[in-house]
């Protein structure tokens, strides 16, 4: 009798004890309520903190940002300028700029512009000088102008490879020996906005690719040497992002159906990431000494599979290169203001591209032909602030 009714009490035991747990475990839903609560209140308070934390760092910091008359740089401008940073920033159009620094002023923001074309290394120096003078120092430096030309390889000449390299590489190791110093002296950061182009070279974006690649090694390369010295040294790596570049790259071959692909990649929600949120992220990096910055899941994917396996990757850049458009018997060379593609598949282009349309606006890029200028989006809300 023993025999069986021993292991049966034994195992019954062990079932109801099991049975016991299993129901201590399953906590009725309405029992989850104040965890929640809990749960949220904890997340609300230390995204609160965390903003003050970030305006207790950059009130009354001096901040430039190359490239911040539009785009990118000027939302980074906007950025850092709301938590109470005075900025300067700097390119070459004087009418743009003056917009770019109209609107800073209109939102509360002390800042300066600098009319300077950073391929003139003479220039970009100065440039620095100029916003420490102004600034009273120098506390976060950002390398983030940047030029993109679009097409075929073949309509590539050597001077657009060296304007790429002059505007991309030499004018942010120009910008990093000037601000050095001042950076050392102030326990500063330098942040330089690089490209996924820089780590995997696409079809079509030749000479900016091969400039971004030169940038990251110069951004990695002055990281590596940085400990010690006092300089926070941040590569930030973004894919795609909405900030209504498209308008201002040069578009050669046949420039209509070279926009078409590009606005498309450049504006699809899912594939390409707001400047809002981009320049967030920039700052909250910056804020706290991030030294790597990868932006957006395309790009973490895209350097993760050409750091996997390299040709493969190769193999598949060369299969987007072959789907783009060729060379026509009569090339032809336009920017993005005068590229737009006409007719209904233009209507659903703009359609699918919106929010890159919007930014564009926002941004102070360049109005499109026959459209009126951009008023640089002094009164214009940043959306992704609360996004
Ligand atoms: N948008 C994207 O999808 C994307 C993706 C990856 C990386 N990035 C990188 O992010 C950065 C910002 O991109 P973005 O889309 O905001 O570009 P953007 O809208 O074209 O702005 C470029 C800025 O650089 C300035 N600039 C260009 N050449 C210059 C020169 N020679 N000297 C001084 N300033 C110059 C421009 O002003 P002027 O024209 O008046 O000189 C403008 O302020 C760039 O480095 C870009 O390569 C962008």
Redesign the pocket.
Known sequence: MIRWTLPAALAAGRWALSRRRRRRRRARPVELVPWAVAGAAAGVSASVLAEHRRATLLRGRAVLV??????????LAREFGSYGASVA?????RD??DR?VAGLAGRGIRAHGIQ?????PE??RAMVEEAAERLGGLDVVV??????RVGPRATMTTADLE?AM???FW?PYHVARAAWERLRESQGSLVT?????GHLAPPHLWP?ACA?AA?VALSEGLAAESLGTGVRVTT???????????R??LFSGAPEREYAWFALC?GLPLL?MS?DRAARRVVRATVRGHGYVV?TPA?RLGMAAHGLAPGLTQRVSALAGWLLPAVPPEPEERPGTEAAVQGVPGQVLDALTALNEDAARR?N?PARAGSAPPGGGASEPDPGRSA
Request: proline share 2%; net charge positive; hydrophobic share 40%.
């Open positions: 190359t490239g911040g008359s539009r785009g990118l740089g000027l939302r920033v700097c390119g070459r159009d743009r700029l770019a300077c074309d950073l391929a003139d220039q970009a390398n983030n102008a940047g030029v993109l304007e002059a505007v991309m004018g906005i690089t490209s996924i182009g900016y971004k940038q930030v790596v973004p894919g795609l992002m909405r900030t209504g570049s498209h201002a790259v450049a390409s400047a932006l790009a941004l890029q």
